[in-house]
């Protein structure tokens, strides 16, 4: 998919113009799109890598896979800005920008998809739910 998103950088009907938006911007958003038509067409999404090591490798593995399949339930507006957000640690005005939307929704995605896992999840760390409960 890198060698798909760069190609499409060096195409001559490549729509990047260095003058509105960063090669950094531009390239999140093929990435975005690419990304996009890979899950369209395999609707069980990333393969997760498997790791055959010692339990405590294995029980990360398996905290990854049900975080995973958490954030899989978002909705695609919440995932897709959690995603740019914490996993890309992009700047929420660069987030805007590529999931083209007002800053103002992208921190209203953001803070719906937290408290989704949060919820989700919080069976699995009761003791984390009830102290971010009351620190609210």
């Excluded at 998919?1 to 760069?6: A, D, H, L, S, T």
């Excluded at 029980?59 to 919440?78: N, R, T």
């Excluded at 914490?86 to 992208?106: C, F, M, N």
Aim: proline residues 7%; neutral net charge; aromatic residues 6%.
């Amino acid at each position: 998919m890198v060698q798909e998103c760069f190609l499409e950088l060096l195409r001559p009907e490549c729509s990047y113009d260095p003058d509105r938006t960063p090669v950094r911007t531009y390239l999140f958003g093929v990435v975005r799109n690419q990304s996009l038509k890979r899950l369209r067409k395999s609707p069980t999404g990333p393969e997760t890598r498997r790791q055959t090591t010692p339990e405590d490798q294995v029980l990360q593995e398996e905290a990854g896979e049900i975080v995973a399949a958490a954030i899989a339930q978002l909705p695609d507006d919440q995932r897709e800005v959690l995603i740019l957000a914490h996993y890309e640690r992009l700047p929420l005005a660069e987030v805007a920008q590529i999931v083209g939307s007002e800053i103002g929704a992208v921190k209203s995605r953001l803070q719906r998809a937290r408290e989704t896992l949060r919820d989700v999840l919080g069976s699995y760390a009761p003791e984390l739910k009830e102290r971010w409960e009351r620190n609210r």
